[in-house]
């Protein structure tokens, strides 16, 4: 796309109804640290992997983040931040779940990649939100890991960023499930919608 795209300027919050060409979805770090039996897991996260396979179809542009840290990162334990060692570059804790289908994805952002630099949102350090708008996107639809943290984070981060912004929320799980009911709450009151992979895909073609 050239200089011609327009910018993308905030809408009211939509209740979506079926994805088209002119949104993506974006799956955040569906990788085998936030998977059960890795070094961070996130219970049942592995559990979004088919419905995220199954909705890739229906989007103009699918993205996936990868949490992507250098082996002595700022946020491990050891360097005084609050989680173990995780999504080390290069490692296979840092791959993509494997059942996850990477033939749907058109890019992959990878974040947090300095020592001293954390980054919860697919957009923070990275040029995600410029790649979306060059792309023709509007809309932005939000799933993953983990919905108290990076799908959290994104979601907020598109939505500032201008895009009418959902989380799917059968598409994601949480590091702590407790924390849900606010996190739902906070997206609402943020103008970010609530939507499920079912409403998604169930209207007619
Ligand atoms: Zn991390």
Not at 25 to 34: A, K, P, S
């Amino acid at each position: 796309m050239s200089a011609t795209t327009e910018p993308t300027e905030p809408t009211e919050p939509t209740e979506p109804t079926r994805a088209h060409a002119h949104d993506a979805l974006i799956i955040v770090d569906v990788q085998n640290d936030f998977c059960p039996g890795g070094a961070l897991a996130v219970a049942d996260g592995d559990a979004v992997v088919p419905i995220l396979n199954r909705l890739a179809a229906h989007f103009g542009t699918v993205v996936a983040t990868q949490d992507w840290h250098p082996a002595a990162h700022s946020s491990f334990v050891a360097q005084g931040g609050p989680w173990p060692p995780h999504c080390i570059a290069d490692t296979p804790g840092a791959e993509f779940h494997p059942d996850l289908d990477l033939g749907a994805l058109d890019l992959v952002v990878r974040k947090a990649m300095l020592t001293a630099q954390d980054a919860y949102s697919g957009f923070d350090g990275t040029d995600l939100a410029a790649q979306l708008r060059a792309r023709g996107v509007r809309r932005v639809f939000v799933g993953g890991l983990a919905l108290d943290y990076c799908v959290d984070a994104t979601a907020r981060d598109a939505r500032a960023a201008g895009f009418a912004t959902a989380v799917i929320l059968n598409a994601t799980r949480a590091v702590f499930p407790e924390q849900a009911p606010q996190k739902e709450a906070a997206w609402r009151a943020a103008g970010i919608a609530l939507t499920t992979s079912a409403a998604l895909t169930s209207a007619t073609e």
